[in-house]
């Protein structure tokens, strides 16, 4: 018994779609009887063309142009065109941790803007007032010192030299012998990366469970966050206090010095006095502003990360509701400054301090990259978000009080350049960022870390273990940012010595002393979990062993204090597999782990 014919295309289609007459075989041009002028039939000749073609091919495949021809294709992208880093220039004035560069440029003072680019996709400001100088004076325990260094000359680009080995001869004939296989006494990267590998007590099977594992714990943390957000329906905006800064305008941001208390020798309680480590909870609380800024930015970064990972759009429309309630609905809108931040109640303007209120901004930029990607996003939010931050950027390069932050010594002159650097970025100012991040190798490693590693700024607060961590944090932070701008503040030595290692390490020994040992004075404790976190991009980035005793010791007692309800639920996960993939990266783009340390 035959075998019924399985149905081809064409007869598996609905007859109703051939609606003229079938062409009879024997009158088809391809059929053996059909025929073309001079006995040809139209087969034949298909199949003789198809012949001539065949060789052709063979012998243009064998002896046709060699691969030198494609010398003049264009090479491939790197990255994808929606990078906001792309042409990030190389910084050759300090050592790459796999290449050696030229060491022997000073850092550039904040400068004039060479790059017109626009991340972002709408114009730069071309004719924007650049930074003016530093001015003014530090108050408190900061030292009234400005950011000016030597400007960095003008320099062509260096190509990085293979790494020496040890075959270098003055005869002509060694050189045509070519290179010597490395002794059994040199290292190379890859023997090093051996041999630690083998000294890991887990095996990438291990690895693997545990990747999957955590990111999945991670994803679930954000997205119970995330769906708190989108439940929440509280206003969130400078006109909610009851409180009108003395400007007398409902819509100037402001919030109250938190260490300042009413003078007990005076029966209106002014001027008011200083009691640093302790926070006048019962008059700041009275303002939200502070709070409801920085609620609005960590909602609006969850909800944009929770977006990423679940595709949920409603997480998408909740922070265009936020951002535009915050900075442009008529009702509820910031004003862009912070003339009244930190205001120490009797005074007429707030006091240099508050503009720190407004360094985790570069959160919601973060954010906004996976946000912008939805078909559903208004296309005109990121050019009025940058208008406001293009008055705002204005107001922090020239008001008197952004200047006297810009000239601390301490964690607020480094979270100033934090705040700087992430909002030149989002507006396409990308050079002007990399000269604030190269400042920062003198002002902030050099200037505020000792040649054994100490803070001193930090050092003389009374709750000095809590600011060390803290401006250690703002310091990894502003090397993260170097990533991105191509200065390597990492690796970073002063001519004493300084370093970020060295700051990290200095604090290092305490850990299993619980504070017993700490040099100075020192109240409320010795909290763990930011330090805990800034051990693990250390491990991440230098790789130090005792970095990882360190964690291991940690990380139960701190997961401990978050399973009780003491500290935050957090993974880090994300933070330190993005440290891994793109940290130390001249142009990485790391936006998932901008955020991780602070």
């Known amino acids: 018994m035959m075998k019924k014919p399985r149905p081809n295309s064409v007869s598996a289609l609905p007859l109703h779609q051939f609606k003229d007459k079938p062409i009879s075989s024997s009158d088809h041009p391809l059929s053996a009887t059909g025929s073309l002028p001079g006995g040809l039939n139209l087969r034949k000749v298909i199949l003789g063309a198809g012949g001539i073609l065949f060789v052709y091919i063979l012998i243009s495949t064998v002896f046709g142009p060699g691969p030198e021809h494609d010398s003049n294709r264009a090479p491939s992208s790197l990255r994808p065109e929606t990078d906001p880093y792309l042409n990030v220039p190389i910084d050759h004035d300090t050592p790459h941790r796999y290449g050696s560069n030229n060491q022997d440029a000073k850092p550039a003072e904040y400068g004039d803007n060479k790059d017109t680019r626009n991340p972002w996709g709408t114009p730069s400001e071309k004719e924007q007032k650049q930074p003016a100088a530093p001015e003014g004076s530090g108050s408190e325990s900061d030292d009234a010192t400005g950011l000016k260094g030597p400007a960095v000359e003008d320099k062509e680009e260096q190509v990085i030299p293979p790494p020496a080995t040890n075959n270098s001869s003055d005869s002509e004939e060694d050189e045509d012998e070519g290179e010597e296989e490395p002794t059994e006494e040199e290292e190379t990267l890859l023997s090093l990366a051996i041999k630690a590998r083998n000294k890991s007590p887990s095996s990438y099977v291990d690895l693997l ?140 303007l707030g006091v240099r301090t508050g503009v720190l209120d407004m360094f985790t901004i570069f959160r919601v930029f973060d954010a906004l990259h996976y946000l912008k990607q939805d078909p559903a996003w208004p296309q005109e939010l990121i050019p009025k978000l940058q208008d406001w931050f293009t008055k705002y950027v204005k107001w922090l390069e020239t008001s008197t009080l952004a200047k006297q932050e810009r000239a601390g010594n301490n964690n607020h002159g480094t979270y100033y350049d934090v705040q700087l650097i992430g909002i030149y970025l989002f507006l396409g100012r990308t050079e002007e960022a990399r000269i604030v991040a190269q400042s920062g190798l003198k002002n902030r490693i050099d200037r505020q870390i000792t040649a054994e590693g100490g803070q001193p700024a930090e050092l003389e607060r009374k709750t000095s273990w809590y600011y060390s961590v803290f401006n250690l944090q703002a310091l990894m932070t502003l090397a993260r940012w170097g990533d991105d701008l191509g200065v390597n503040m990492w690796d970073h030595e002063g001519p004493d010595g300084q370093s970020i290692k060295k700051a990290i390490d200095f604090m290092l020994p305490h850990v299993y002393t619980e504070g017993k040992e700490w040099p100075v004075n020192n109240i409320k404790g010795y909290p763990m979990g930011d330090y805990l976190k800034c051990l693990q991009i250390a491990w991440n980035i230098y790789g130090d062993e005792k970095y990882l005793e360190a964690i291991k010791f940690l990380q139960p007692k701190v997961q401990a204090q978050m399973d009780a309800g003491d500290l935050k639920t957090i993974s880090t996960f994300m933070c330190d597999i993005s440290t891994l993939l793109e940290a130390n990266v001249r142009g990485g783009q790391g936006f998932i782990w901008h955020w991780c340390l602070t």
């Open 209 to 348: 469970s545990a990747n999957r594992r955590e990111r999945d714990y991670a994803i679930a943390l954000i997205v119970k966050e995330a769906d708190t957000a989108l439940k929440n329906e509280k206003v969130y905006s400078v006109t909610n206090k009851d409180q009108t800064a003395p400007s007398g305008d409902k819509h100037d941001y402001l919030s109250l010095s938190k260490y300042y208390w009413p003078n007990p020798k005076t029966s209106n309680g002014l001027p008011y006095i200083r009691k640093d480590g302790h926070i006048n909870h019962a008059e700041i609380d009275t303002v939200e502003d502070y709070k409801l800024l920085r609620t609005m930015i960590r909602e609006v970064h969850i909800m944009g990360m929770a977006y990423h990972f679940t595709g949920n759009k409603d997480y998408m429309t909740k922070c265009v509701a936020r951002l535009n309630e915050w900075f442009f609905d008529a009702d509820t809108y910031m004003n862009p400054n912070i003339n009244y931040g930190s205001l120490q109640k009797g005074q007429p």
